[in-house]
């Protein structure tokens, strides 16, 4: 686990069907929130399907390339249907809901990265799928109380790059309260780290720090059209 690292190039060598659903088997095996099981999995196939999901994810090339993609879902449509089966109304559109079913499908696809890094296989997220999100909901016919949260491509990896620094464990791990007063000082430390990943990782031609690179990207705005979009499949309603 300590040595994950992103994979985005992969060689033509194919996954074994077999594989793919030990995979999400794995997947399954993961902790849900009171046993709600709300993660589905779309394995896309058809290379015209994947094509427009590159255009859709910001062109990243290797959601085409990639021997497997897998489009991972928050699902509570199929929890509609076993209050059907017993006449009880349905109270949907909760916070909660939408949290627990998103967490279940990290969850879950985090089990399924770890698996397919224990039998040689490599990949990455795709969280650029977000950026198309009511696109790809209807290329894939995904019904109401189900969203899209994430792509993940996987295959052979064709690339070994460097394992990227996490965080000092003293910013991430507090003792009986939160106490961040040495952070700025342990983050300075980790930025100069990230700075000559980055050299090495480009040969020179990015040299940016972690706090860089947070504070470029949160001056701008986080997908704002997410909310609506949710809310339209039944989402974050209360």
């Given amino acids: 686990m300590k040595n994950h690292r992103s994979i985005r190039k992969f060689t ?13 088997h794995a997947g399954q095996c993961a902790a849900t929130s009171s046993f709600i099981q709300a993660c589905t999995v779309i394995q896309v196939n058809d290379p015209k399907v994947r094509g427009i999901l590159c255009e859709y994810a910001a062109g990243q090339p290797y959601v085409k390339d990639a021997p497997l993609f897998l489009l991972f879902c928050a699902d509570m449509k199929r929890h509609q249907l076993a209050c059907d089966m017993h006449n009880s109304p349905m109270l949907s559109g909760f916070t909660e809901q939408f949290l627990t079913a998103s967490l ?18 490599g990949g990455c997220y795709i969280g650029a799928i977000r950026n198309k999100i009511a696109e ?24 070994e790059p460097e394992i990227k620094p996490r965080l000092p464990l003293n910013v991430v791990l507090k003792q009986e309260r939160y106490d961040d007063t040495r952070d700025k000082t342990n983050i300075l430390e980790y930025d100069k780290r990230v700075s000559n990943y980055y050299k090495i990782r480009t040969g020179g031609a990015r040299d940016n720090t972690w706090s860089e690179q947070i504070s470029d990207m949160l001056i701008k705005e986080a997908r704002p059209h997410l909310l609506n979009y949710l809310r339209a499949k039944g989402f974050l309603l209360k």
């Fill in 104 to 121: 279940d499908c990290a969850l879950f696809a985090q089990n399924v990265l770890i698996g397919a890094e224990s039998a040689g296989l």
């Fill in 136 to 159: 790809v909901d209807k290329l894939l016919g995904l019904p109401e109380l189900v969203y899209p949260v994430f792509g993940m491509c996987l295959g052979h990896p064709a690339q």
């Fill in 12 to 24: 033509n060598q194919t996954i074994e069907q077999e594989l793919v659903e030990s995979l999400i």
